[in-house]
């Protein structure tokens, strides 16, 4: 698996905040662009897309390009670790 996000070209989503309850936003295919996408990454004749959002808020649409068998490499994040104890050290339970 790539770890590189690779956008799903033509596609589009939108959140509508003023929809009724049970619709959740808007896809928007931009067709010469999309079919372009679909070509190019299509396997056994499927594209998968996930549909994520951005730190902004803002959503969009990236190639999910995950494959049964493949090994895939877990990310990490990193936890902060304080540089001294936040409690006295006669506090500490241990």
Request: net charge neutral; proline share 7%; hydrophobic share 35%.
């Amino acid at each position: 698996m790539s770890e590189e996000k690779i956008f799903a070209e033509g596609f589009s989503f939108k959140r509508r905040e003023n929809a009724p309850e049970f619709v959740v936003g808007r896809q928007s295919i931009k067709v010469d662009e999309a079919v372009a996408f679909l070509n190019k990454h299509a396997k056994n004749g499927w594209v998968n897309l996930d549909i994520k959002q951005a730190k902004n808020g803002n959503y969009y649409c990236e190639l999910d390009n995950w494959e049964a068998g493949v090994p895939q490499t877990p990310k990490v994040q990193e936890k902060a670790v304080p540089s001294k104890p936040t409690k006295p050290i006669d506090e500490l339970p241990f």
